[in-house]
């Protein structure tokens, strides 16, 4: 049953992200910096061509052809990556037919797809570029992020950002999110940008801190929500001071 509902969960939020967005506009291409790109499709995704393979981050609702975008590029191997399991970041997986993601988030993505387990501080090395896995379950149970120590960036998924962050069903915890945010805020000194899936492109390391504070906002009940129609139902948007949650 939990399986079922985390599915139904993940589908539901991809249903109304996209029925927010304007679908006649074509997704970009983004340049960011050498060897990393951004695709805005709303869910932003992210490749980046090492000396070996390409890296692509997440594949949105499934409405760019992501191998013919990244060919315009580079002809290497794609290896796809799932930041966590809601439908607007495994959209475009039937394009690949496999990816890698956190076990926990595996029943969020189609049974068709074949999927390879990622754990906290796995490495993903693709020349020019080496990612560390870091896990922060909260927003889904298996949330991952993926830092670049060396080129000191993060790419978040939908855990780091000004939000809305969607915090409802039962894939999300704000005490583990708030545990995820601590922990991710020990490699601070190793992130001078951050890049998000959703809203404001890129932040500062600043923004996990600010994560933190406004949860524990939340949980103490100081801010007063703001209710809206979704998915059929009321549901309440609580902004704090930087960031703000979609929470039942």
């Known amino acids: 049953m939990k ?5 139904i969960a993940g589908l539901l939020l991809a249903v109304s992200i996209c029925t927010a967005q304007e679908k006649s506009s074509e997704p970009k291409t983004v340049k960011i910096d050498d060897n990393f790109y951004c695709i805005d499709d709303s869910s932003r995704q992210f490749f980046f061509i090492g000396t070996e393979k390409v890296l692509l981050v ?13 060919r ?15 439908g607007d970041h495994t959209g475009g997986l039937k394009q690949f037919g496999e990816c890698f993601a956190n076990e926990r988030d595996f029943s969020m993505i189609p049974e068709e797809i074949t999927k390879k387990p990622l754990k906290d501080g796995d490495k993903i090395d693709i020349g020019n570029f080496v990612f560390e896995i870091i896990e922060i379950p909260g927003h889904t149970e298996g ?10 960036f993060l790419i978040a998924g939908d855990s780091v950002q000004e939000g809305p962050i969607f915090m409802f069903g039962d894939v999300s915890k704000f005490d583990t999110y708030i545990a995820s945010m601590k922990k991710l805020n020990k ?46 139902r009321t549901r309440k948007t609580y902004k704090g001071k930087h960031v703000s949650f979609f929470a039942d």
């Open 3 to 7: 399986k079922l509902t985390s599915f």
């Open 58 to 70: 997440d594949t949105g609702f499934g409405r760019v052809d992501f191998t013919a975008r990244i």
């Open 72 to 86: 315009e590029f580079s002809n290497l191997p794609i290896e796809v990556v799932i930041t966590h399991g809601h």
């Open 143 to 152: 949330s991952i992020v993926l830092l670049e120590k060396n080129k000191k």
């Open 187 to 232: 490699y601070k000194k190793n992130i001078k940008t951050i890049y998000s899936a959703h809203n404001t492109l890129s932040y500062g390391a600043e923004y996990i801190k600010y994560c933190i504070e406004d949860a524990k906002l939340f949980k103490a009940g100081k801010i007063i929500p703001e209710e809206s129609e979704s998915m059929g």
